[in-house]
C-alpha cells in the first residue's frame, strides 16, 4: 500500500504547494511513461481518444465546468 500523505508530510503542506507537487509528481510519471513502452492495445486507445477530441473539441467538458463541479463537491 502506499504511504499516506500524512505519513509523507504533505499534509502540512498549503495548498499550492501541495499543487505544485502534484504537478512535479505528474511531470515525473510523464517523463517516466515516455521513456517506457506503453502496452500496444494502451497506446491505441489513447490515440483513438486522442484523435476523437482533435476532430470535435465541443465533445469535451470545458476546465471550468470541471473545477466548478469539483470544488462544488469539495465544500459539502
Same mark, same amino acid.
Given at each position: 500500500? $502506499? $504511504?499516506? /500523505? ?5 499534509? @502540512?503542506?498549503? $495548498? ?8 512535479? /509528481? ?5 517523463? @517516466? ?9 494502451? +497506446?491505441?486507445?489513447?490515440?483513438? +481518444? ?6 470535435? $473539441?465541443? /465533445?469535451?467538458?470545458?476546465?471550468? @465546468? ?11
Amino acid at each position: 500500500m $502506499p $504511504p499516506t /500523505l500524512q505519513q509523507l508530510g504533505v499534509d @502540512t503542506l498549503s $495548498p499550492s504547494d501541495r499543487f505544485a507537487l502534484a504537478q512535479a /509528481l505528474w511531470d515525473s510519471v510523464h517523463e @517516466t511513461l515516455d521513456a517506457e513502452s506503453i502496452d500496444p492495445s494502451i +497506446r491505441a486507445e489513447i490515440e483513438r +481518444r486522442a484523435a476523437l477530441a482533435d476532430a470535435d $473539441p465541443s /465533445l469535451g467538458v470545458q476546465w471550468e @465546468t470541471v473545477r466548478a463541479a469539483a470544488r462544488a463537491r469539495w465544500s459539502q
